[in-house]
């Protein structure tokens, strides 16, 4: 099959998913072609892919005047492409991509991947539920990375519509002894005890992780005498507006009264060391799909600690404490309970382990999302 991926910018998630889909599906013999962003293909190499071809598209984040001019670009790398199917990735991909699609004679399916949920209120709800709607019944194929933004397809009239997880990435197996390394450097780097205990949290320093949510949960554990035994760190880019905020709200907690320490990582390669010299994962975003560092967290057997929202809690389930969003108290009380119960934690952690060992892996998912271009295409013949 000849398929084309769009996607916007990225950091994260979204292009973990689309750089394995595009590897694994070339790697079977597809014909592969990615348009997109240079800076995202400059962060995660789809150009440097063996059988994949990247065209330039400098997707913007707003709606505006030079939305034509992306629209006559798409349609003469598409042209070049010549794909069966093309899958746009997000709103701002599937927008433009929908568009083009229109303008051409002779059109492939379309597919639409949907990994966020649309939050804008007042004039900008209403404007990205009419977005919403016209991708939905635009589109071939509506995957949703979690089951409650298939619900919301169906609900806007998506043909069909079906869940597709974004698995996350082999996660490496690091020895006890690199974990209490790990965690020897980390104390030592940041001073503390290296007997404290260490709440991870990774992901982007932005609103929709709602990091000022962390700082009142650890503003309770000082105010219930923890201070000096729990220390929170964060791994991920920033916002600097949004750390700058972060950090400001830590600051007035501490001088107001005791508070767990509280340290930014900025962007790590040593993810997998991290999470395995830390005691517990938080998570405490206000809406997350299906997080890869969540599925990470699973693999890696940590006891997690995350907002059950969108599609967390069922991919969590019962491998983790799972609390309402922007829930600042349960979350103080969820810590509190493990950091003096370690044989919950245990639990917690071997439960995770459990349940991720039955996650799909890159190489799954890209199968099943081949088998769903198989059904289209042949669908198109019939």
């Known amino acids: 099959m000849r398929i084309v991926f769009t996607i916007g910018t990225s950091t994260g998630g979204v292009g973990t998913h689309v750089h394995a889909l595009a590897r694994d599906l070339a790697a079977a013999g597809h014909e592969i072609g990615v348009i997109g962003p240079a800076a995202t293909d400059e962060h995660f190499g789809f150009s440097l892919l063996p059988g994949v071809r990247f065209g330039v598209l400098e997707l913007g984040t707003g709606i505006g005047a030079s939305d034509a001019a992306l629209i006559r670009r798409q349609r003469t790398l598409l042209r070049s492409f010549s794909p069966q199917i093309v899958h746009a990735h997000g709103f701002r991909a599937g927008l433009i991509t929908l568009l083009t699609l229109r303008t051409l004679k002779t059109q492939p399916k379309f597919v639409l991947s949907l990994h966020n949920q649309a939050s804008g209120q007042g004039l900008r709800g209403r404007v990205e539920t009419r977005v919403e709607t016209m991708l939905a019944r635009g589109a071939d194929l509506v995957l949703g990375a979690s089951t409650d933004l298939v619900d919301r397809a169906r609900e806007l009239g998506a043909q069909t519509a079906r869940f597709l997880p974004a698995a996350a990435p082999e996660v490496i197996h690091i020895s006890a002894e690199a974990a209490a390394a790990t965690r020897a450097r980390l104390a030592e780097e940041f001073d ?140 103080a009380a969820a810590v509190a309970e493990l950091a003096v119960d370690p044989a919950r934690r245990a639990e917690l952690g071997a439960n995770a382990r459990a349940r991720g060992a039955e996650l799909p892996d890159e190489r799954e998912v890209a199968e099943e999302l081949a088998g769903l271009y198989t059904e289209l295409l042949s669908a198109q013949v019939g």
């Open 192 to 331: 503390f005890d290296p007997g404290a205990l260490i709440v991870l949290a990774v992901g982007r320093v932005a609103e929709q992780k709602n990091y000022p949510m962390l700082v009142r949960g650890l503003a309770r554990l000082g105010e219930e005498n923890h201070p000096d035994e729990i220390v929170a760190l964060v791994a991920g880019a920033a916002d600097e507006e949004v750390l700058a905020d972060v950090r400001a709200q830590h600051d007035a907690a501490a001088a107001a009264s005791a508070i767990p320490a509280l340290h930014f990582l900025g962007p790590r390669d040593d993810i997998a060391e991290l999470a395995a010299a830390a005691d517990i994962y938080a998570l405490t975003s206000v809406w997350e799909a299906r997080a890869l560092v969540l599925q990470e967290a699973l693999i890696s057997g940590k006891a997690i600690v995350a907002t059950a929202t969108g599609g967390s809690a069922e991919l969590v389930g019962d491998a983790g404490m799972l609390i309402d969003h922007d829930d600042d108290a349960a979350f």
